[in-house]
């Protein structure tokens, strides 16, 4: 392949991912000005190691990072090195997913990112039996925020909030009330609607 190739390849890949020159040294190892200048042709021998890292950072293989495939696989290889498996789990204290859900991003997903399985019904119609919520726990909490708590050793699906003074409410379809005795395990980010059992 040829460094023109290679440094239009690079590009597409870091740009799909939302990555900047930055964020991918970062993840690769590889400085900044080197990703700059290879993406720009030079160096005109970069090496098999350095490549590697650079597919590493980006999350996809070294073959198709250089193009060891067909080129008219090139988009399908970047559009499916843009879903991200994340785990489902049961419960909260499980260390083994029971399922994966799949969801197509612009970016790598953290790994703060956790599914679970709801079971029962929580704040309804929103949330409801069968869904799967997708929690992140490093998220910071912004009024409105649906989030994964746990009070008395029960899981439940709260709305989060903060008053003019300062401070913190859970709502339900019970009502409102204190963080006291509350531990948030995560901010909902999306869920996935369970339409039919099957």
Same mark, same amino acid.
């Given at each position: 392949?040829?460094?023109?190739?290679?440094?239009?390849?690079?590009?597409?890949?870091?740009?799909?991912?939302?990555?900047?020159?930055?964020?991918?040294? !970062?993840?690769?190892?590889?400085?900044?000005?080197?990703?700059?200048?290879?993406?720009?042709?030079?160096? !005109?021998?970069?090496?098999?190691?350095?490549?590697?890292?650079?597919?590493?950072?980006?999350?996809?293989?070294?073959?198709?990072?250089?193009?060891?495939?067909?080129?008219?696989?090139?988009?399908?290889?970047?559009?499916?090195?843009?879903?991200?498996?994340?785990?489902?789990?049961?419960?909260?204290?499980?260390?083994?997913?029971?399922?994966?859900?799949?969801?197509? &991003?612009?970016?790598?997903?953290?790994?703060?990112? &956790?599914?679970?399985?709801?079971?029962?019904?929580?704040?309804?119609?929103?949330?409801?039996?069968?869904?799967?919520?997708?929690?992140?726990?490093?998220?910071?909490?912004?009024?409105?925020?649906?989030?994964?708590?746990?009070?008395?050793?029960?899981?439940?699906?709260? &709305?989060?909030?903060?008053?003019?003074?300062? &401070?913190?409410?859970?709502?339900?379809?019970?009502? !409102?009330?204190?963080?006291?005795?509350?531990?948030?395990?995560?901010?909902?980010?999306?869920?996935?609607? !369970?339409?039919?059992?099957?």
């Amino acid at each position: 392949m040829t460094l023109e190739t290679l440094a239009a390849r690079l590009k597409a890949f870091r740009e799909a991912k939302g990555l900047t020159k930055y964020r991918l040294s !970062k993840l690769s190892g590889i400085s900044e000005t080197y990703i700059y200048r290879l993406e720009l042709g030079f160096p !005109k021998n970069p090496r098999r190691d350095t490549l590697q890292k650079l597919a590493r950072g980006l999350n996809i293989t070294l073959a198709q990072l250089v193009g060891e495939t067909a080129p008219s696989d090139t988009w399908q290889l970047v559009e499916q090195s843009l879903k991200a498996y994340i785990p489902v789990y049961a419960g909260i204290k499980d260390m083994e997913p029971i399922d994966y859900v799949v969801s197509t &991003r612009a970016k790598i997903p953290p790994e703060t990112l &956790r599914g679970y399985r709801i079971e029962g019904l929580f704040l309804e119609p929103e949330i409801r039996d069968g869904d799967t919520l997708i929690v992140d726990s490093a998220t910071t909490l912004v009024n409105g925020d649906l989030v994964l708590v746990e009070m008395e050793g029960e899981i439940a699906v709260e &709305r989060y909030s903060e008053d003019s003074d300062g &401070r913190q409410w859970l709502a339900d379809n019970s009502g !409102k009330y204190h963080l006291e005795g509350v531990l948030i395990h995560g901010v909902i980010t999306e869920y996935v609607r !369970k339409l039919r059992q099957m």
